[in-house]
């Protein structure tokens, strides 16, 4: 395989993408072309070998992965909290994929740590911290565990040499699941009971902190959530903010869906007290449609990322630089060697400005609202509730069959089953793409989450078209 | 900003790439532009505004990102354990990130999870596990941080629903620096003195355990390293598998830069032990050339993977989905998202076969050779050891104006500034850039650090250039 066919190879990949509509799919391109894992096997040969592929080989394999992949650039893509990638920051990506770097050192990654810098000190800005650090990190789990490490390392600072071990029980305010990594069990992580639009409760968080307390326990970490995973709840920050202030509690903000909202003027203030967080996450490949993965932590206490993250590792990290070694990150991060997520998101905001980025998400929201609206008068929808915070419209679709019966168990077991049913059919026809939820502690069977994002830019006439789906499909039970 | 531009600047980027040669640096192109920080941002204006740039802006925009960004695709680049990217690696990259999906199920990832599967069976093959589980993960760090959890886990299964408070001083041998997140304290984190080739002494392992079973701490994971990142010692596997099995301990093997020889038939046996650890991590990113990230975690264990980490949330992993849910990754990952690292890995494998990488990876050793046996024979260069074990040649450059002299504390003291002085006019010239590092616990100062990898293809006419650019900056200094 000599040079020439590698660089035709590359000519290769950008014609397939162009000539399969990878990033403008058309109307009447499939948003999924389903098959079972089975058959998918027997359709695509995933067996690695000891031979080579030739170029054509390589290119029909190509061809199939994009065939049977999700078109996430499709208006039909309604299934996730994030949709399909803006092109301006995937073209960042080609960039520096080709540039092949880490963002440990300035020495290695001299543009990408100035860009890295000058993003942080953006958002920090525009979620209103004075001071502080941050980074970008391989995904919102891990952005979250930034912010309980370090809420631990503040109020024990000794964990860090001496670990949990001999320590009273720690107890955190969250729904995050990657706790017990830390060494924090499950059982110690309180979930707040939340009101009737999924936002934590702040006298039931103020009430646990006591009853926690009392029993010996040592609350450290409150996470409240702007945009929950399945209806987009924004918790009430500023209040959430005064109980923490009051009991010396770490404020962590998951904004990592919600985030978005604090880049339009005209719906920030559903974020208004972010300012008030000791830390707080933003995953800008969600609802911005940065390319996967794009998120970032930033927290508003100064040296304390580097404090408790070093390792001080001379061999990886050299203080008798020329440079000012100020600039490397590597040892304020958990990872040695870290993407150069920055790059998509600072390249989009030169191009777009933050003018732009509002008018994108003012256009998502304002498509939600209608999509909305439009099923609240709709026979058969039923919204789950009767606002939306973030983008997340969630409804029950009721079939003509269940319509006007006396709602009680069994027709609730039987609506649970509706989604799935008419999710099967639509993914398996390849029209359309939309997930569905139950949110049992709150006592709610199966229903639909639908999600509008900045990319592709969201039509109403692609809001129609998903109402008109479920109305087809509905038909298909 | 309208589609059409957009097109036209993915477009522009493609044109970007070839004009400037990012993916095949010329003779004559440097591998670097060096501007200390304060100038960089001089050069670049990295300023986030509320204004658009246009598209001859953003053109000069990324014109400049390249010039100042390093060349890794150079053969001048040595700096890392990574270097160039498998340019077919960097295609399925092109294409993937277009798609823009996440790992986390089979509905969203069809064919990505098959991929991701194929890749950890291979590479479980390789390694030589008959059973066990695996994924990809965002690097290094968090790949070895998969084993601790998994090791604390099967030891004492209540951490994940306990937490650590209660529980006994944990004790892990390894020389990672993450346990502190995990809520192993960096005291209970013992490093095990190594032989005069950097390798893990065995009799002390064991010492170690029996001392700290002695003082009432419980040893739970062991580390095995294979390729440090200095000087690539790997440690002596079979005995310390020897030791884990006679203590009960779960062994890890960081094979995060040396796992690549186990590619290569010719080169596999100094990795031959793998199969007897429990889990195991590998960096196709580094020697391979797989770009960045690309991190493989697998583990021994059946189920284990699934169990210590399922946070069992419908909301996200629905149960009830038309399809054999088990192909849904996302429970079995500390992350709720993953990026689909495992693609270009799969593609190179497709593309060369087991028999292009073998040839790749001796070429890469046979120049690393060439270069060891180059400059142990020429005057001023003093190799830290006589043999390599991965692909890191380390030596000390001695200026003509200390040769001969007293090797006494002071003269060591002048040593220790002549890879940093050379380094800084190496790089500011643009002609090279090869690392350095000191092991002060084992008494060695400053020595050059040269690592070859698979892409770009070094030549023994590659290794010549770095000898004759550090004989000629001596001049300089």
Same mark, same amino acid.
Not at 6 to 34: H, M
Not at 253 to 265: M, N, P, V
Not at 354 to 383: H, P, T, W
């Given at each position: 395989?000599?040079?020439?066919?590698?660089?035709?190879? =590359?000519?290769?990949?950008?014609?397939?993408?162009?000539?399969?509509?990878?990033?403008?799919?058309?109307?009447?391109?499939?948003?999924?072309?389903?098959?079972?894992?089975?058959?998918?096997?027997?359709?695509?040969?995933?067996? =690695?070998?000891?031979?080579?592929?030739?170029?054509?080989?390589?290119?029909?394999?190509?061809?199939?992965?994009?065939?049977?992949?999700?078109?996430?650039?499709?208006?039909?893509?309604?299934?996730?909290?994030?949709?399909?990638?803006?092109?301006?920051?995937?073209?960042?990506?080609?960039?520096?994929?080709?540039?092949?770097?880490?963002?440990?050192?300035?020495?290695?990654?001299?543009?990408?740590?100035?860009?890295?810098?000058?993003?942080?000190?953006?958002?920090?800005?525009?979620?209103?911290?004075?001071?502080?650090?941050?980074?970008?990190?391989?995904?919102?789990?891990?952005?979250?565990?930034?912010?309980?490490?370090?809420?631990?390392?503040?109020?024990?600072?000794?964990?860090?040499?001496?670990?949990?071990?001999?320590?009273?029980?720690?107890?955190?305010?969250?729904?995050?699941?990657?706790?017990?990594?830390?060494?924090?069990?499950?059982?110690?992580?309180?979930?707040?009971?939340?009101?009737?639009?999924?936002?934590?409760?702040?006298?039931?968080?103020?009430?646990?902190?006591? =009853?926690?307390?009392?029993?010996?326990?040592?609350?450290?970490?409150?996470?409240?959530?702007?945009?929950?995973?399945?209806?987009?709840?924004?918790?009430?920050?500023?209040?959430?903010?005064?109980?923490?202030?009051?009991?010396? =509690?770490?404020?962590?903000?998951?904004?990592?869906?919600?985030?978005?909202?604090?880049?339009?003027?005209?719906?920030?203030?559903?974020?208004?007290?972010?300012?008030?967080?000791?830390?707080?996450?933003?995953?800008?490949?969600?609802?911005?449609?940065?390319?996967?993965?794009?998120?970032?932590?930033?927290?508003?206490?100064?040296?304390?990322?580097?404090?408790?993250?070093?390792?001080?590792?001379?061999?990886?990290?050299?203080?008798?630089?020329?440079?000012?070694?100020?600039?490397?990150?590597?040892?304020?991060?958990?990872?040695?060697?870290?993407?150069?997520?920055?790059?998509?998101?600072?390249?989009?905001?030169?191009?777009?400005?933050?003018?732009?980025?509002?008018?994108?998400?003012?256009?998502?929201?304002?498509?939600?609202?209608?999509?909305?609206?439009?099923?609240?008068?709709?026979?058969?929808?039923?919204?789950?509730?009767?606002?939306?915070?973030?983008?997340?419209?969630?409804?029950?679709?009721?079939?003509?069959?269940?319509?006007?019966?006396?709602?009680?168990?069994?027709?609730?077991?039987?609506?649970?089953?509706?989604?799935?049913?008419?999710?099967?059919?639509?993914?398996?026809?390849?029209?359309?793409?939309?997930?569905?939820?139950?949110?049992?502690?709150?006592?709610?069977?199966?229903?639909?989450?639908?999600?509008?994002?900045?990319?592709?830019?969201?039509?109403?006439?692609?809001?129609?078209?998903?109402?008109?789906?479920?109305?087809?499909?509905?038909?298909?039970?």
């Amino acid at each position: 395989m000599d040079t020439l066919n590698v660089f035709d190879f =590359l000519d290769r990949i950008i014609a397939l993408i162009k000539e399969e509509n990878v990033l403008n799919p058309q109307e009447t391109d499939r948003v999924i072309e389903y098959e079972d894992p089975e058959d998918l096997k027997i359709k695509i040969d995933f067996s =690695l070998t000891e031979s080579c592929a030739n170029l054509d080989e390589l290119e029909a394999i190509c061809r199939n992965v994009i065939k049977y992949s999700i078109k996430t650039n499709s208006g039909k893509f309604h299934n996730q909290l994030y949709g399909g990638t803006d092109l301006f920051g995937l073209g960042a990506t080609w960039l520096s994929e080709s540039l092949n770097t880490n963002q440990h050192t300035f020495e290695v990654a001299p543009v990408f740590t100035l860009i890295e810098r000058s993003v942080i000190e953006e958002v920090k800005h525009v979620v209103g911290y004075e001071e502080g650090d941050g980074l970008f990190s391989p995904g919102g789990s891990i952005s979250n565990m930034y912010g309980m490490v370090l809420a631990r390392y503040r109020l024990f600072p000794e964990t860090k040499t001496k670990g949990l071990s001999g320590l009273p029980t720690l107890v955190a305010f969250t729904s995050e699941e990657a706790t017990h990594w830390l060494g924090i069990g499950t059982d110690n992580v309180i979930k707040i009971k939340t009101d009737d639009l999924g936002r934590m409760i702040p006298e039931e968080l103020e009430r646990q902190i006591v =009853l926690n307390k009392s029993k010996g326990c040592v609350p450290f970490f409150v996470n409240a959530t702007a945009g929950t995973t399945v209806v987009g709840a924004i918790d009430p920050l500023d209040e959430i903010a005064e109980i923490c202030n009051k009991h010396k =509690l770490w404020l962590h903000i998951d904004a990592c869906y919600g985030g978005t909202l604090l880049l339009s003027k005209n719906h920030r203030q559903r974020l208004g007290a972010s300012h008030r967080s000791d830390s707080f996450a933003w995953n800008p490949h969600k609802m911005l449609g940065a390319p996967l993965q794009c998120s970032i932590f930033i927290t508003r206490q100064n040296n304390i990322l580097h404090e408790c993250n070093s390792a001080s590792a001379g061999y990886l990290f050299q203080q008798d630089k020329f440079y000012d070694v100020s600039y490397d990150t590597g040892d304020k991060s958990i990872q040695c060697g870290r993407k150069v997520d920055g790059f998509k998101l600072w390249l989009m905001w030169k191009v777009r400005g933050s003018v732009g980025f509002q008018s994108l998400i003012d256009n998502a929201l304002d498509c939600a609202n209608y999509f909305k609206n439009k099923i609240s008068k709709l026979e058969g929808f039923r919204l789950v509730q009767k606002n939306f915070e973030t983008s997340s419209v969630c409804f029950w679709y009721i079939p003509a069959n269940l319509r006007g019966k006396k709602e009680d168990e069994e027709w609730w077991q039987k609506m649970n089953n509706v989604a799935p049913a008419i999710k099967e059919k639509i993914v398996k026809s390849g029209k359309l793409m939309v997930g569905y939820s139950p949110l049992l502690h709150r006592g709610m069977y199966n229903f639909f989450r639908m999600i509008t994002t900045c990319h592709p830019v969201p039509t109403y006439s692609d809001m129609d078209y998903v109402i008109a789906q479920i109305q087809h499909f509905e038909k298909a039970l």
